[in-house]
């Protein structure tokens, strides 16, 4: 009985994920409904609050997609070498962790540099009034932001 009891259960289980994948992705891009790569709804909002052009649009997302690129290969520099990769009962120690910070906080900075290079080269695409739309709905963000304490 209780074999049959747990083999019932695993089908009514397998049942129902199978289901839900035969919906498919919902609608709504970007938020967990399918649609494309994570952020593709802000950027899709965000050309409709700009009122892009297709010029705009296009210029934009090679950015981004450049900008994407680069930092997963910044996190998989990141991953290379850990702290938990040192060993704490080596002479050595103290200097290899001094070294390990040294290396992370000079990525840290191009890393930096980089995101400050996208920031000016998405700008420069944008019309005036563009660029004054965008700092105030970011505004908005950062704001809505502190108030949930993100």
């Known amino acids: 009985m209780k074999t049959t009891g747990k083999t019932m259960l695993a089908v009514l289980a397998l049942s129902v994920a199978s289901a839900s994948f035969a919906f498919g992705p919902g609608p709504h891009k970007g938020c967990g409904g399918g649609g494309g790569p994570r952020g593709e709804m802000g950027f899709v909002m965000m050309e409709e609050a700009l009122n892009l052009t297709a010029e705009q649009t296009e210029a934009i997302r090679q950015i981004k997609t450049r900008m994407f690129e680069e930092r997963q290969d910044f996190r998989g520099q990141q991953r290379q070498v850990r702290i938990m990769d040192l060993d704490p009962t080596s002479p050595t120690y103290n200097d290899e962790v001094n070294q390990l910070a040294e290396q992370k906080a000079e990525r840290m900075k191009e890393r930096m540099q980089r995101q400050a290079q ?7 695409i944008l019309t005036p009034e563009q660029q004054a739309t965008l700092k105030e709905l970011r505004q908005k963000a950062q704001t809505r932001a502190k108030q949930r304490n993100w």
Do not use: K, R
């Not at 996208?118 to 420069?124: C, D, L, P, S, T």
């Open 118 to 124: 996208y920031h000016a080269e998405m700008y420069a």
